[in-house]
């Protein structure tokens, strides 16, 4: 492992533990109808982290769908999930447990947060109405999130890898505008079918704010 995985491992292993210890676990337990929202969340992130294209081994892309995993969840709970499917894809070889640390920090704080910090916003200052809810909070943060964490690794691959910049840039960084505008339209997809037939499964949604006297 080199200085920066070492690190990314360490600082990966201390935010992770605050999140757990502020998490109520119990929840997953006692809750059932929660229980069967996380593992299918996770489930789904799961199988979409595992289509991936690429021409270069490391610089390979997917579907992140981590705009509506923290939406659905809650950032302690999208965290524990993306967590938990980052293990499993790096137990069955799709990524080096050397990177597990990096991966945590900028494939999975990183976008999980900035969605976070943009529902926030939103939610304090614009106007609450499902309409923001939808684009603000789930189809502009899909795009940004992603493009986001592409920028982010190719940083790392240009610090700490032997990859030079214009195979980073022609393989990897060159592929932002093919999964903006999808893994936009897919977060907000997604958000939108759940608001309109199952509005109680999103953490982040509440008829009140949102609908109730619009």
């Not at 690190?7 to 935010?15: D, N, R, T, V």
């Not at 910090?117 to 809810?133: C, D």
């Not at 999964?179 to 759940?194: H, R, V, Y």
């Amino acid at each position: 492992m080199t200085e920066l995985q070492i690190i990314g491992a360490i600082a990966s292993f201390i935010g992770l533990a605050i999140i757990i210890k502020n998490t109520n676990l119990r929840q997953l337990v006692d809750d059932s109808a929660f229980q069967h929202r996380f593992f299918g969340a996770s489930a789904a992130v799961f199988v979409l982290w595992i289509f991936r294209v690429g021409i270069v081994d490391e610089l390979q892309v997917h579907f992140i769908w981590l705009t509506s995993l923290a939406l659905i969840l809650g950032f302690r709970w999208a965290m524990i999930s993306s967590s938990l499917v980052l293990l499993g894809i790096t137990v069955v070889g799709y990524e080096k447990f050397s990177m597990l640390g990096i991966n945590w920090l900028l494939g999975t704080l990183l976008p999980i947060s900035v969605t976070y910090a943009i529902f926030s916003w939103s939610f304090h200052k614009l106007p609450r109405n499902v309409f923001v809810y939808i684009f603000v909070c789930a189809f502009f943060p899909g795009a940004i999130t992603v493009s986001l964490k592409i920028i982010a690794m190719a940083g790392y691959f240009q610090l700490d890898t032997n990859l030079g910049w214009d195979v980073i840039f022609q393989n990897y960084v060159l592929l932002i505008p093919l999964l903006l505008f999808s893994e936009a339209f897919f977060n907000g997809f997604t958000i939108t079918s759940l608001v309109v037939n199952k509005p109680e499964w999103v953490y982040t949604f509440h008829d009140k704010f949102y609908i109730d006297g619009k």
